[in-house]
């Protein structure tokens, strides 16, 4: 009798202890837990040995076993955060190489500071837009999409020496995305044609800075920037046509699909 009531004792106490799983765990496994338990206290008292070793072994297993869930849950719920810090921070390893082995290379940590807001806000863009996505197509003219708005804000804010109106026309390319994105709700198509979008307005912007406003630049140097125009402007293109394909992925058949893959 006292064996049966120390058992029902620590059943209840044990049971206490699964609640602070998590609550999907602990709908799926407290039963049968609190059954093995029950099994391993009656097989310990079936052969004369006490509870509290084998009780107290159960205690301290459980309790990791607890900690471990809530770990792999927090990392489930904020995998995409990690993912963009991880990034962040690898991207932040080239001017820290650079403050070292670069001459003339001086970022002070307000230097840092900006250019981690600004990798780990595109970062976390991405990682949320593309949530559930499995069109690779439609991923990777995301990430296109994200990177080179990124660079571009880069150019005009943070390492330009003069900020002038030309440099906030080129913020409006990225508002364009922004509001095409938006209208179209992040659908393939709709990208497409935002991303087109931002391409044509890439063009007009050093169109209507060097001939409608006559702005100045260094000799030499229209080049330069018409050069350095004409990558951003293919990458949004790029990027625009991979929307494009992903649309047309999208509307096909599962089968169909299926069989492009292979």
């Known amino acids: 009798m006292p064996r049966k009531f120390q058992l029902l004792w620590h059943r209840r106490w044990y049971a206490r202890l699964l609640r602070l799983y998590p609550k999907p765990f602990r709908e799926r496994f407290q039963e049968s837990m609190e059954q093995t338990f029950c099994d391993a206290c009656r097989a310990n008292a079936s052969i004369g040995r006490g509870f509290f070793g084998l009780v107290l072994w159960l205690y301290v297993d459980t309790a990791g076993g607890i900690m471990n869930e809530h770990m792999r849950l927090l990392l489930v719920r904020h995998t995409r955060i990690f993912r963009a810090a991880l990034v962040t921070l690898g ?84 508002v364009v995305g922004l509001a095409g994105a938006a209208i179209a709700r992040l659908r393939a198509r709709g990208m497409a044609l935002a991303l087109a979008g931002m391409a044509i307005a890439q063009i007009l912007v050093p169109f209507i800075a060097l001939v409608f406003w006559k702005t100045r630049v260094a000799p030499g140097a229209a080049v330069p920037v018409i050069g350095l125009n004409g990558v951003f402007i293919v990458l949004f293109a790029i990027s625009a046509l991979l929307f494009r394909r992903a649309a047309r992925m999208d509307a096909m058949p599962g089968c169909t699909r299926r069989h492009l893959r292979r």
């Open 91 to 174: 991207v932040l390893l080239i001017p820290l190489w650079g403050v070292f082995y670069v001459e003339g290379w001086n970022w002070d940590w307000h230097g840092f500071a900006v250019a981690g807001a600004f990798v780990f806000s595109a970062a976390l863009t991405y990682e949320l837009v593309v949530k559930g996505m499995s069109n690779k197509a439609y991923r990777f003219a995301m990430g296109l999409a994200v990177a080179t708005a990124l660079v571009l804000s880069w150019v005009n804010f943070v390492l330009a020496v003069d900020v002038s109106l030309a440099n906030f026309m080129y913020f409006g390319v990225v």
